[in-house]
């Protein structure tokens, strides 16, 4: 009898001896699709090989494919444990062709692979086709298929689709006759969802490309996408018609049956189902860097984990269990997806934590619901306003309620739930608005409220897609952007980082089918992340599915230099004192800068030990390590916290360098151990090497430390080789001396460019034009318009504004001409703003200066312009404004 890893290694040994390219199963979380939250079949990872978008150097595959089912149109989750073939986590193995092979092929691979390699009775098989497809049934009647066997389907159950356009095609599927013992028909037929025939495989014929006016024509790459259930084929092969019955989730039910020392076929057979099969996803979702927490891709898997975690206090566990487990799925699965291993101390530490916080809230739940229960009628349901209680007061979710209950025979009002939630919301936008956050951030409170958080997909990538959910412009929502347009742009997931913790936001570019975007900055409110952008071509709309890419040098650096500040912070501590303390930071792609608590400078000696150290770490090349704990159980092992950072329920803790005897970690070796949700490199050796700049006081009792690393650092270093005798000599300085001698002249040289600009905006206005006799009376508005040198665009705000309180009442505009190019700005007394408006001013002349655009406000407002010789035609557009 083979086992469930027998029939994976089968099936991919077969069609490797055909040709195909066998490819590692994708993550969980797609990477290509966004409107996915899980990869739940084995042609995701290939989505753009088949529309043509991506090519690579096979024609065709074999997968064995990891998938979850369990939030959004997907969802198998309130199933599980109930039936015999539900599942959150399954296997999905296929084969694929990309304009290779076709039907004729496909067909006989499939029934090869069944009767001969698995050895499957071919007089139990029957298969279905889509009624118009006489190709398929030729073929398999060609292939020893009688037609009595053959079923032809006239629903869209046998006509695949990628969306309303696009690809297309029949499907034929292979169904397994478990026998008479099991109630059911055949497809088709009326009683074809019981469990006597069973749907093992699935074959899609990618033939047609679908058009908006419904017409079809031939795909020029006439493709293939299979998929088989290997649970559902384990299950035939094993002598079962239950996936549960299987080798592989066996053996997950007995090691819960023996942890919680029960029967695993006894009164908690169901939930010892349901733990088997949470475990898988769980495990796998972990391993894939989905994190527990309370919105998107995080909230599913705590979903998940919950509902095992009640199921395991049913069967009367009194300690966390799921973690205890792990070692078990590990045992059967790591072979096959090596990633389970390697995740396996974050998995169980993962699930360990959620358990016992949950443990807690789990009790009190139960108890409460018990306690509700007890003042209704018999069998009458839960009122929404009680469910929504235990989920808002005591953190008893909603599904966990409704499981409860279900197996009272009872349910809860989830219309009530749904408005006691919506009042919630209302009250918690109230404090938003409130709360003194920028007005702006009002509409991201919005978005969040209406499309939920983003997922970040950054800390193992750098590439994704995502869906566009949002687009800002000045401050309000839009459909769309054009061309030459900046906006701020939401979407369901990123691998952009947002700023935060001192680490600075991503850059990189965007792209859809109609449009590119330079992103500049990436932010973060209210959970949603904020892609700040130029569209560089076409237009960007609303609902567009987005190619992102981070740049990838920037992000590098900025690793580097983060990475570089947490070692810097225990070089500091080492060489000073514990009594340094993060007091600040910024972590970006040119330099690094550390503010630490400390009274007095550092010596030439101190900082080169601090510098030396730093560079001892990064030799070493040690791994950076992640985990997932609670704020005091990292602290409890010497985790130093980020200064100014709010912390939850889990953190990320962030370990780097190993050193014996003398570490700062519960092992007596670890070096570094921080609260960090930033990005940071693989091995400190990616680092590549320190400088420090020098040390100086940022405040009373803090010190600054700001410092370089990897190629900076190298140039650094070269130059400082050659000229920094001559640069101390100039400077009459020390060598040591010179980083705090340069910023004394800096100073220095700042103080004076503002004297500067004062004295050319009080020379600008000391001439007769700027007198008060010269203002023009247009349409009953007073107007000052003037031409100036000397001056540059900063400066015409302050002059503006001294007009019009010269003026009394009126309007100013100015030109500032700087080498032929013009600087505008207008301005416009308030007792007048409601009939004429400084944007309209600007906006005017900007159009005679070769510019575009130009805004403000209607009291001030600027722009520019390439061709200041035009400045008459400007100011001569300007009045035309105001004879409107």
């Known amino acids: 009898m083979p086992s469930l890893n027998d029939i994976r290694s089968t099936f991919l040994n077969y069609f490797a001896k055909n040709g195909h390219e066998v490819v590692d199963s994708s993550p969980l979380v797609p990477r290509n699709d966004p409107t996915l939250m899980f990869t739940n079949s084995g042609m995701v990872q290939f989505k753009n090989l088949f529309t043509g978008v991506e090519h690579r150097d096979y024609t065709r595959a074999t997968t064995a494919q990891k998938c979850v089912r369990a939030g959004g149109k997907h969802n198998d989750l309130d199933n599980v444990g109930y039936t015999a073939r539900h599942h959150t986590f399954f296997e999905m193995l296929g084969n694929f062709s990309f304009g290779d092979y076709f039907k004729a092929e496909a067909i006989p691979y499939a029934w090869e692979l069944i009767t001969r390699e698995l050895d499957i009775p071919k007089d139990k098989l029957l298969v279905t086709v889509y009624h ?52 059911g028909g055949p497809p088709g037929s009326p009683e074809e969802d019981g469990d006597r025939f069973v749907e093992i495989w699935n074959l899609v014929f990618m033939q047609f490309e679908q058009f908006e006016d419904g017409t079809r024509r031939d795909l020029a790459a006439q493709s293939i996408d299979t998929g088989m259930g290997i649970e559902r084929v384990a299950a035939l092969l094993q002598g079962t018609n239950d996936n549960y019955a299987t080798d592989l989730i066996r053996s997950l039910i007995e090691a819960s049956a023996d942890a919680t020392s029960t029967d695993p076929d006894g009164p908690g057979k169901t939930h010892h189902r349901v733990i088997a099969d949470h475990l898988r996803s769980t495990s796998f979702l972990i391993a894939d860097g989905v994190m527990p927490s309370n919105d998107g891709r995080g909230y599913v898997l705590r979903r998940i984990m919950r509902r095992a975690m009640r199921h395991a206090h049913l069967l009367g566990a ?115 608005a409130g709360s003194g956050e920028a007005a702006d951030a009002t509409v991201w409170f919005d978005v969040a409220e209406e499309s939920g958080t983003t997922d970040f997909l950054g800390y193992d990538t750098e590439t994704a897609e995502g869906q566009i959910v949002a687009l800002v412009k000045d401050g309000a929502l839009t459909d769309s952007a054009a061309q030459g347009g900046s906006i701020q742009i939401a979407l369901n997931q990123t691998p952009f980082y947002a700023e935060s913790g001192g680490q600075v936001g991503d850059s990189g570019t965007l792209k859809t089918d109609s449009a590119t975007v330079t992103i500049t900055d990436t932010r973060k409110a209210a959970g949603v992340f904020i892609h700040f952008g130029e569209v560089t071509q076409g237009t960007l709309t609303k609902g567009d599915a987005a190619v992102l890419e981070v740049d990838h040098t920037r992000r590098t650096a900025i690793r580097a230099n983060h990475s570089a500040t947490h070692l810097l912070h225990e070089a500091l501590r080492a060489a000073l004192g514990d009594h340094v303390a993060q007091r600040g930071s910024l972590n970006a792609d040119d330099r690094l800068r550390f503010d630490f608590s400390h009274t007095k400078a550092l010596d030439p000696a101190e900082l080169a030990q601090v510098e030396a150290e730093v560079n001892a770490y990064i030799r070493q090349n040690a791994p950076v390590e992640t985990r997932i704990m609670t704020p005091d159980d990292a602290r409890e092992i010497g985790a130093q916290a980020l200064f100014g950072e709010k912390y939850g329920d889990e953190v990320r803790v962030v370990s780097m360098g190993r050193q014996a005897g003398s570490g700062k970690g519960n092992d007596g070796q670890t070096y570094s151990i921080e609260l960090c949700g930033g990005t940071h490199v693989r091995q400190t050796g990616d680092i590549g090497v320190f400088v420090t700049l020098g040390d100086s006081a940022s405040s009373a009792g803090v010190r600054r430390i700001e410092a370089l690393t990897g190629a900076a650092a190298f140039d650094y270093l070269a130059q400082q080789g050659r000229t920094m005798a001559e640069v101390a000599s100039t400077l009459k300085a020390q060598p040591a001396d010179v980083p705090d001698r340069i910023k004394a002249l800096m100073d220095e040289r700042k103080a004076l460019s503002n004297e ?43 002059l503006i504004d001294e007009h019009k309180t010269r003026l009394g009442t009126g309007a100013v505009l100015l030109i500032a001409d700087a080498g032929g190019k013009a600087a505008v700005a207008a301005g416009v007394t308030q007792d007048l703003t409601d009939r004429v408006s400084a944007v309209d001013l600007v906006k005017a002349a900007v159009a005679q200066l070769g510019g575009k655009g130009g805004g403000g406000r209607p009291d001030m407002a600027q722009g520019g312009g390439k061709d200041a010789a035009n400045a008459d035609a400007a100011i001569k557009a300007a009045e035309q404004v105001l004879e409107g």
Not at 147 to 168: K, L, Q, V, Y
Not at 778 to 788: D, E, P, Y
Request: proline fraction near 6%; glycine fraction near 10%.
């Open 132 to 183: 118009t497809d006489d190709e398929a049934v030729d073929i398999w009647k060609k292939t020893g298929v009688p037609e009595s066997r053959i079923i032809r389907i006239a629903t869209n159950d046998n006509f695949w689709m990628m969306g309303p356009t696009g690809p297309c095609g029949p499907c034929t599927e292979i169904f397994y006759d478990h026998g008479e013992q099991y109630w």
């Open 318 to 432: 009194k300690d966390p269990l799921m973690h205890r487990l792990v070692p078990a799925l590990v045992g059967q699965m790591g072979a096959a997806y090596p990633e389970l291993g390697r995740a396996k101390a974050l998995i169980e530490e993962t699930l360990k934590l959620e358990e016992t916080r949950f443990k807690q809230t789990l009790d009190r739940g139960l108890k409460l619901l018990d306690d509700e229960l007890a003042d209704l009628p018999e069998g009458a349901n839960l009122p929404g306003e009680a469910a929504f209680k235990l989920y808002d007061t005591y953190g008893f979710p909603l599904d966990l309620t409704q499981d409860a209950l279900r197996e009272k025979g009872r349910a809860v009002d989830t219309d009530g739930f749904d408005a006691a939630m919506a009042e919630q919301k209302a009250k918690a936008r109230a404090a938003w």
């Open 756 to 798: 500067v600009a004062q004295l050319r905006r009080e020379l600008a206005m000391a001439g007769g034009a700027a007198s008060q006799p010269d203002a023009r009376e247009i349409n009953g508005v007073k107007l000052i318009a003037q031409v100036l040198s000397g001056v540059t665009g900063k400066d015409l705000p302050a």
